[in-house]
Structure formats: C-alpha cells, structure tokens
C-alpha cells in the first residue's frame, strides 16, 4: 500500500526542508562514541573547516575527475563492517554498474559484477568513471545473501530496456532468492503519470521535466511516470534500506524532498547523492541538504579520489560556504548510529590531518562482542543494541523513562515493574539528590543530562532519567493548581514584545491570552476559574497532581497534534500555555514550511485559519491544525504533514470533527446513515491502510452544549444565548449521560480509528455558565478545556501513549522510600 501522499491538485513541490523548517532544530551533539571505541568530535574549529576545504578543494582543481570519479572505498568498508545488508535501492541506475556493484560484494556468486555486465553487453558505454572495470576483490566478497534486493530504477527508456536484457542474463538458478528488481520512472518530490519526458532520437534518449514544445511529434516523445522514494519503499515493500543512492541528473532535491519521511522515519541507512553542476545545485542548496540531514542525525561528507590523508571531506559541522561546488560530486551520508560511521571519520581528511584533536581511542564498548557476532550473522545491531552501548541512534524520536533516545516502535517507552524500580531504586536516587538544580531553560538545555530542571511557576522538577517530582507539599495544597492559575500566565504584551508590528495573531503570539476568551475577562469580578477549578476539585479531581513537567515528559521529543474543529483549537491554547515555561520564546511557528501550510488553510471564514505551533525544548512541540470535515482530514492534511514532517508518526493527536455535522438521527433517518457516520466510516479504512505513518491518534468527545433544549443542543435562534444546565441529566436521561446524540451513534467506530477515546462529555456537563457570554459552546479560559487537559495526561498514563513519566513521591524525591 502506497505511503500517504498528498493528491497532485494539492501537492506543492517543496525544497528539501531546510535546517529548522519542520522540526524544532536538535541541541547540538559535541561528541559521539562509537562501539569500536573511537570518541568523535562532531564540530571543527572554524580555523580547521577553513583550511581542510582549502586543502579538499585544491585537489580538486588539479586532479583530474577528483569529485566527479571518486572512491568507493566507502562501499566496500560497507560491506566488511555490514556484510549481511539486503536491501539497496540504486536511483538513477544508467547502465547498471552501480547495481553490478553491490551484487558483486554482497552476492558474489551470482557471477554478476560491472566487469561481467560489460562483458555480457561489450558495445555497452564503460561509464564516464570506467566504472566497466572496477573490481571486487574476493576477498571481501561473502557467500549470496538470500533475500537480498537490489531495486533498480532509471527513467531513460532506452538504458531501461539495455538493462531489461541484461538482467534476463543473469537470472539464473544461482540467483534464487535474490532480486534485482527494475523500475522505469523518475523519482522526485511527487508522484505524476505525466513526466519527465524522454526525447528519442538516433544517438539515444535525452529526459527532461521540460513540456516539449507544441511542435514536437508525439511519437518522438516518451512520458515517464514519477514517483517518490516514500511511495517506492512501500511499493516494493521496504521497511528499510541499507543503502539508498540517488543520481538524477540534477533533480536529486527534489527526490531527498520525496525521501523525507523514510529518511527521518529511520528507514534510510546510507545515502549517497549526486551534487553540482546541474539542477537545484546551481542555486547553492547542498549547505541546506547537509544541515538538515544533520538534524535527522547524519552525517555527510562530500567524496573524492583516494590521497594520503583521506578521500572524504567532512561536511558535516565542518562546512564552509566553499563546498558549493559546481563540479559534478557524490555526497555520502551516514547515521551517526550506524556501524560504518567511525570507518568513514577515518577515511576524512580531517582525520588524516588532525586525528589528535578531534579522535580520541578509547576502550571499546562491551556492545563490541555484540556487534562482531552481528556482523557474523549478516545483521546490523537494532536500536536497542546500540542504546546499551551508549551509542546515539538515529532517530527524530527522543526521551524514553530513562531519557534515552527510544525507537518509537520498540518497547522503552514502557514503564519498569516494580521490580526492575526497587533494582536500581537506591542509586539512582542516591544519585538524583547530588543533581544541579536550575530554573533556567536555558541552562538546562545545555546540559539536560547534568541539570535538575525546575519549572520556574509551578515548581515542579524534571530530572534526567526522565522522573518527574511534583512541588513539594502539593498533595495538601488547598490553593488554585496551577493548571488554572492565572496570575503567574504572561500578558497579552508579554506574549507579543516580540511581534513586528505588521505581524498579528495568531501566527506571532498569543500564549495565554486564549484569543482574548479569559474567563477574567469575560465576566470580570465572577471569579468563574477560581469556581470552576474548586467545583472540579470537590468533585473528585485532584487538578494538583498534574504538573507542567510531566505533560511535557509524556510528550518530551514528539509533536502533539490538536486537529479539527474550533473546540480542538481552544484546547490547543490550554496546552500551550500550560507548557509555555519550556518553551524558549513565545514566538508561535508553522508546523511546516511557510508555503505548504498556506495549502492547511481549511476554514476561511470568518477568518483564515493558519496551523500553528508553539516549539518546546529538546525538539518538542504543541500544534493546532484547523479542519472541519473528516474527508479533508484524511486527503489533505493527514498527507500533507505525513509527507513533511519528519517523525510523524511518533506523535500523538487529538482529534475531533462532530459540531460541523449534523446530528445523527434528526432527520428521522437511522444514525448510522449520518453523513458523520459515513465518513468516520471512511476514517476506519483510512486507519486501516496507514496506521503506520500515522500518528496516535485520541479521538475526542464532540462537546457537550448548554443551549435550552432539553439535551443541551442547538434548537435555533440567534445570539445572544442563555446559558442553562441539562434538565436532561438531571433526569437520568440515558442519551445525555452516555455522551449524547452525536458521540452515543459513532462510538463503535471510535475503537477502530483511535488509539484512545478521549471522553470530555460527561465530565465537561456541569460546567454550564462558564461558556463565551452570548453562546453556549465555546468556553472561557482557563476552565473546560483546561479540565481535558488533565482528563488528556490521565489517558495518556492509562494507554501508554507517549513517553513514560515515572512520578516520584514526596518522600522517594528527598530520599526516602517509595510507597506504590
């Protein structure tokens, strides 16, 4: 099944994202150690990037084919520290050497390498590098790799059918269970059954994204179908490749634009692209590439001719505008996780020429052994493996309990038993009160791994292993909680120093002033909050457990997603304000590049409605995307911010769509006939076919209204509205206390299209007189929708979404033992 990929009508080709456009950037990593012991530094000095350009550059100017023909040493190091990799895919395959390639190292016996394919097809070009006549040595060439596959695509018509043949050659007995699969198209940054267009002529055939001239014949003219590198690993059923190589004839920002999910999904180990010279290079985009790939945890290096002190040079914290190179180049990038990364640092000329400043050798992990006997068995370790080792993994997902980076789709996010906490109970907590404390974002951002940091309002702390301790003396706390404490929220001007004074809300600032709906402000001297929070208390609901640190631990490296209607939105500006102390600026954001969130603008009246986002520390974010219909949901939006946002599916969003539809059942007509049955129904299916990619999604309760009919709903009229309780509830009406006419119909679907079931009717029903004066929907601030608030971190516990955040008791914090 196809990735989600936004529809063509609504797609706009984007730039490969630049450093910062689609996630919050990462805080920089100083030094990674790798399992073979080899202790990196991950930045120069500006004198040394300087100098090693210079050094790199020089070379090129005087050897010949320096850049344009460069080692493959890269390759075949690949193969010895990963001899039982399986899955390449070879962009841009021309005459097949690159494919001939990796069979001769990873699957020898296939008899298939470049020299055999020159010499199955002699009149055959040798390739501008006489790559007819590389060699594979058999030394480094392990037995056939079952399994193994190589998917070759190329978009000329003409090189495809040469290959066509050659491969028929090939496929023999030996070849059983090993693929070398074909595909003619053009990949870039969308799918299209209309281009490039290959012109055939006598000499060959020449493809270009040009629309021929309206003079041209048609049958001189071959169209070829484009598709993405997300859209092709799902085609050919690959949940990841070892190695992906893209050569595209100048297209290849196009093509890393249609690869970002994959690549920021992990699932993308090697990448090697073509540079320079043609295409989007001309406009000087690979410092973009090389620092975005840098926040997906990569690092590149820019490939040249073997020389003494190296063949790579090291792009990667070390890059200089000088780079920008107009001659054709191969850029290789690896994983800072991965085996091969500490071989290609010592194949960079830095490490020729400067090993004893940024190299240290230290004592290899004890992982070591586990890595040998994965490599003996043709595997490469899994994130958990190298997690142990203390190795960085690459992953857009952070924070487990423990505060390590996690792989969404492992176990860490779980909470220890209780036995596994009384193991390592006293030294960590030993440990844990000889900790820094600091108030300070700041600071803590720093060093989160060293620092104790303490929520500056709230007073709550968030230690490094990712535990959680309230403020002291808050289980006896009788004052407001400070989920609903409006003294310590910023101003309206507070929130929006920093605006251009042409700049408005909502996109610039806002945090806290809830479009200006506080209930202070609403009904001023009503003390409507300080009500609502002691009736929610007297209640049952001990709103002082929740503290800002653990919201942001259950969320801590993901994005929550708030999508749908203006309900959903206003529960976004409870979120954000609760979180904004970890926010470094106030200063609101779009989710994705400017230009592509113009295309999330689905409601226009009475306003334009923009997404927003407020970014949080340690690449955390609150987001709220505006959508009314499920069917919009699903075909533009979901595709949209799937496609352009690295990481999607490790978020969490709460979504909602019921007040833009009519009630099930008013018509007389069964309920699950509705058009909000329908095309929930569609959502089923959707969920279905992409749980995958997408994030976990919270369905929520359509919200209780306070209107006069008897059931609290719309009955007519215009505004101004009174307000009035549900005689409906007091009565014991079954409808009403089982969540009323909207959610009672669809709840059977909620199981099949969520994750969770966020149920905010029944407890939202009493608070009756702090909605917007004049109607009976929206709320004032701080009061319902800070309430889901709560209700939201209470289901995330129960359901384990998100990150675990182990709470710690008053007495565990300063020492003492924890009581379960």
Excluded at 101 to 108: S, V
Excluded at 592 to 599: E, G, R, S
Excluded at 623 to 650: E, W
Excluded at 720 to 740: H, I, N, S
Aim: net charge neutral; hydrophobic share 35%; aromatic share 8%.
């Amino acid at each position: 099944m196809p990735l989600l990929q936004p529809s063509p009508q609504s797609a706009l080709a984007p730039r490969f994202p630049a450093k910062g456009s689609v996630t919050p950037p990462r805080q920089k990593q100083q030094l990674t150690k790798t399992l073979d012991g080899l202790q990196i530094k991950e930045s120069c000095m500006n004198g040394h990037a300087e100098e090693l350009a210079a050094a790199y550059l020089e070379r090129a100017s005087v050897i010949s084919n320096f850049t344009a023909c460069p080692s493959k040493q890269w390759l075949v190091k690949m193969h010895e520290v990963l001899p039982g990799a399986q899955h390449f895919v070879d962009i841009g395959c021309s005459e097949g050497y690159f494919s001939a390639l990796i069979f001769g190292l990873w699957a020898p016996t296939l008899g298939l390498n470049p020299r055999a394919l020159r010499q199955q097809a002699p009149a055959m070009p040798c390739g501008a590098c006489n790559e007819c006549k590389e060699k594979v040595s058999p030394v480094q060439a392990s037995g056939r790799q079952a399994g193994m596959q190589v998917v070759c695509v190329e978009p000329d018509p003409l090189s495809y059918a040469h290959i066509i043949g050659l491969r028929q050659h090939f496929n023999n007995s030996s070849s059983q269970g090993t693929h070398w699969r074909l595909m003619q198209a053009s990949v870039g940054s969308k799918s299209s059954s209309s281009g490039p267009f290959c012109d055939v002529g006598e000499s060959g055939s020449n493809c270009s994204t040009a629309v021929p001239g309206s003079g041209r014949n048609s049958e001189d003219v071959d169209v070829v179908a484009a598709t993405t590198v997300d859209e092709l690993l799902a085609m050919h059923k690959l949940n990841r490749v070892d190695l992906l190589k893209i050569d595209a004839g100048g297209e290849e920002v196009a093509a890393l634009s249609g690869a970002i999910a994959s690549i920021a999904g992990d699932r993308v180990g090697v990448l090697a692209f073509a540079c320079g010279g043609q295409g989007a290079w001309k406009h000087g985009q690979l410092g973009e590439v090389v620092a975005r790939l840098d926040e997906l945890g990569y690092t590149c290096y820019l490939a040249g001719q073997e020389t003494q002190h190296g063949s790579l040079a090291r792009l990667t914290g070390c890059w200089r505008p000088s780079y920008e190179t107009q001659h054709r180049s191969t850029v290789v990038c690896v994983p800072r996780g991965h085996l091969l990364y500490p071989h290609t640092e010592r194949m960079s000329l830095r490490y020729g020429q400067h090993e004893q400043v940024y190299f240290k050798q230290l004592q290899a992990a004890p992982a070591q052994q586990s890595e040998a006997a994965a490599a003996a068995e043709g595997k490469e370790l899994g994130s958990q493996q190298k997690l142990s080792a203390g190795q960085p993994v690459h992953q857009p997902v952070t924070a487990g309990a423990g505060g390590q980076p996690v792989d969404p789709g492992s176990d860490a996010d779980v909470q220890p038993t209780a036995a596994q906490q009384s193991e390592t109970q006293e030294p960590a907590l030993a440990a844990r009160k000889e900790l820094p404390v600091t108030t300070k974002l700041s600071a803590w951002l720093k060093e989160p791994e060293r620092l104790v940091f303490q929520e500056p309002q709230s007073g709550c702390r968030l230690y490094p292993d990712g535990s959680v301790e309230r403020p002291e003396g808050w289980a006896g706390n009788k004052g407001m909680p400070f989920l609903f404490d409006t003294a310590p929220m910023p101003s309206r001007e507070t929130a929006c120093k920093h605006c251009p004074a042409v700049e408005k809300p909502p996109l610039c600032c806002g945090v806290c002033s809830f479009e200006t709906r506080r209930c202070s402000e609403l009904y001023p001297g009503e003390n409507k909050t300080e009500e609502t929070a002691q009736l929610l208390m007297d209640s049952g609901y001990d709103l002082h457990a929740l503290t800002p640190c653990e919201l942001f631990q259950r969320i801590r490296g993901r994005t929550l997603w708030f999508a749908g209607d203006s309900q959903t939105w206003h529960f976004f500006y409870s979120a954000e304000c609760f979180l904004r102390n970890f926010a470094p600026s106030l200063h609101r954001t779009p989710p994705v590049p400017w230009a592509l969130n113009q295309q999330l603008i689905t409601v226009t009246w009475p306003v334009k409605v923009p997404p927003i986002c407020l970014e949080l520390a340690l690449d955390t974010r609150v987001c709220a995307v505006r959508v009314d219909s499920v069917p919009v949901f699903t075909s533009k939006v979901m595709p949209l911010l799937h496609h352009n946002t690295p990481g999607f599916n490790s978020g969490i969003m709460i979504y909602n769509a019921g007040l833009h539809y009519g009630t099930p059942g008013a018509d007389g007509k069964p309920a699950n006939s509705s058009q909000l049955y329908r095309d929930l129904e569609g959502l089923v299916v959707f969920k279905q076919r992409y749980g995958r990619e997408m994030p976990k999604l919270v369905w929520m309760d359509t919200p209780v209204q306070h209107f006069s009919a008897h059931d609290g709903s719309y009955n007519g009229g215009e505004k101004p509205f009174a307000c009035k309780p549900l005689a409906a509830w007091e009565a014991g009406d079954a409808v009403v206390t089982g969540g009323g006419r909207r959610n009672i119909p669809v709840a059977p679907l909620v199981p099949r299209f969520a994750d969770a079931h966020l149920r905010t009717w029944n407890a939202s029903v009493p608070l009756w007189d702090t909605h917007k004066p004049g109607e009976c929907t929206h709320w004032c601030s701080p009061s319902a929708y800070h309430l889901w608030l709560f209700l939201l971190n209470d289901l995330m516990r129960e359901n384990g979404l998100g990150t675990a955040a182990a709470v710690l008791e008053e007495a565990e914090a300063a020492g003492g033992t924890k009581h379960p």
